[in-house]
């Protein structure tokens, strides 16, 4: 294992910029102090942060650049004025070079997986990464179910996890073309390191029906942004109902840590931080709103992605199930 795990940073990602995103990135160090940072973004506006941040600013190294990719910005813009000089590329070019072992950014999740996808290339067997892609196929979502299992093996040491695909239904005759004929793979494919469970609503995401829910990037990011809404929205009626009379003060005094515990295990940040599967490098995307806390949380996940060698297990564990999706799908096409 490494003795430092260098992390590049897209210092001007995100809604707030460097901001946030470096007082994130000493919370991580102070957690992780074998960390190294390698900063990217306008000097002029990062200096003045890190000034306030000796820790951090004894930690890393400022590279600078002017240029931002903007949150609004389609993949295609990004690319076309933001490739080679931005804050965003030059952390993705520093994985591609060596020079870092994951990169980190809160910003434009279309021009980041771009970005991810033109510079550091794809693992064998996958066309595009796995997370914010819209309209998926039926091949690219059994890549998902290979990936998203594999990643369940190795990180929550679940032997041979259950996957299921998310749909509007769980009869077979329900939902869009390219998921019915993706469920019918998975149920006819013998795959060696998980099991397929079936169709799974919206409702079983939080039943903890399957290990793994497996969706297309619309979808999918519907669901997450609702489970987070829906857990700040029940933080916010229970402090309301421990504020409303005298009896419901004195029972939260009483209760406070069941409570503190409850507030820690809703917390959305402390589940900030997206791997983008099946690229050849490590690539970690922070929702562009979270606060300080949220971008450590995404630099931690970086951080433990290299510290544990997950992505050389991950895609050894999914190559079998890849393999055996390739054989299935090619016997089919034959027959």
Known sequence: MPDKVRIAIDAMGGDHGASVVLPGAEISLTRHPDIEYLLFGDTAALTPVLERLPRLKAASRLIHTDIAIRMDDKPSQALRYGRWKSSMWLALDAVKKGEADVAVSAGNTGALMAMSRFNLKMLPGIDRPAIASIGADEGHLINLAAMGSAMARILFDIERPTVGLLNIGVEEVKGLEQVREAGRILRETRFPDFEYHGFVEGDDIGKGVVDVVVTEGFAGNIAL????????????????????????????????????ALREKMDPRKSNGGVFLGLNGVVIKSHGGADAEGIASAIDVGYDMVRYELLAKIAHAMAGDLEAASARQASGAAS
């Not at 609702?226 to 700040?232: D, F, P, Q, V, W």
């Open 225 to 260: 942004k609702t489970a987070e809404g829906t857990a700040h929205q029940l933080a916010s009626y229970l402090r309301a109902a421990m504020k409303r009379t005298v009896a419901s003060r004195l029972g939260y005094l009483f209760a406070r840590q069941a409570f503190n």
